[in-house]
């Protein structure tokens, strides 16, 4: 591998996503049936989980490699989370037309 890089992973987002939805569902399920400051204290630890950044966890790998014998560009990428196991594989040899001048 020529290149590697890591990213917030598009499945971690959406699993994060539908963690606030369900957190922010609970706490207006709460919302008159608790007392104030335990609705307040739920209130603050949703607040603190919307504001937290979102590791980067998605690796990335991928190289590019021109061959002008076969004329083709060879591509490569995988990409894979440590957290979820997200993850795929993309690996083509394109075809290319030489420019000529
Ligand atoms: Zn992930």
């Not at 007392?35 to 190289?63: G, H, M, N």
């Not at 490569?76 to 440590?82: D, I, L, M």
């Not at 075809?95 to 000529?100: A, N, R, S």
């Amino acid at each position: 591998m020529t290149a590697d890089n890591w990213q917030e992973c598009p499945q971690c987002d959406a699993n994060r996503a539908s963690e606030e939805f369900c957190k922010t569902s609970d706490l207006h399920e709460v919302y008159g049936k608790v007392s104030a400051e335990e609705y307040e204290a739920k209130r603050q630890e949703l607040i603190e989980f919307i504001r937290e950044v979102p590791e980067e966890t998605l690796r990335e790998d991928y190289q590019y490699q021109l061959d002008p014998c076969t004329t083709t560009l060879g591509v490569y990428y995988k990409c894979h989370c440590t957290v979820c196991n997200f993850g795929f594989k993309v690996e083509e040899k394109i075809d290319y037309l030489p420019l000529v001048k």
